[in-house]
């Protein structure tokens, strides 16, 4: 048997979700779209980030990135892309995250950046930790290295 007391306090608690609910997908629905009268600064930036490991690379434009979604990406590099840091060959199996935005059926690429250094042409994931060498000469109480 239900306590009348009980079933009426669930009512208004339905009652009360159901406004609460009512007066939240406006501004939802508002927030994900834009006015049709306003307008995007042009100093403002439409670009998608997407972060994974590169699949291949053909080692001029065209490259595959296996994203953090779980899903292989076709990326397309332009003349003036720019890849960090400076001079870095893209391989596969290193760790991106390609700024740019979606063009047709590829992700067109304007920035990508890797977490490597580049040191005596070859990329390290870590700071090099291997020997140190130096050659210091003294004359005359003077020390040049």
Known sequence: MMNFSTSGTLRALAASLAASVA???P????AQ???????????????DQIQGRIVSFDGAYALRVHD???????VQLHQGTVINPTGLT???????SILGHPQGNVFAANEI????TYLV????????????????LYFGGRHWR
């Open 90 to 96: 893209l391989r596969p199996g290193m760790s991106v």
């Open 23 to 25: 007066l939240a997908l």
């Open 113 to 116: 950046d890797t977490p490597y």
């Open 68 to 74: 953090e979604r779980g899903f292989v990406d076709n």
């Open 33 to 47: 779209t834009a006015p049709s009268y306003s307008q995007v600064p042009p100093y403002a930036t439409h670009e």
């Open 121 to 136: 042409g070859y990329p390290y994931p870590y700071p090099y930790y291997g020997p140190q060498v130096g050659v210091g």
């Open 27 to 30: 501004l939802v629905a508002s």
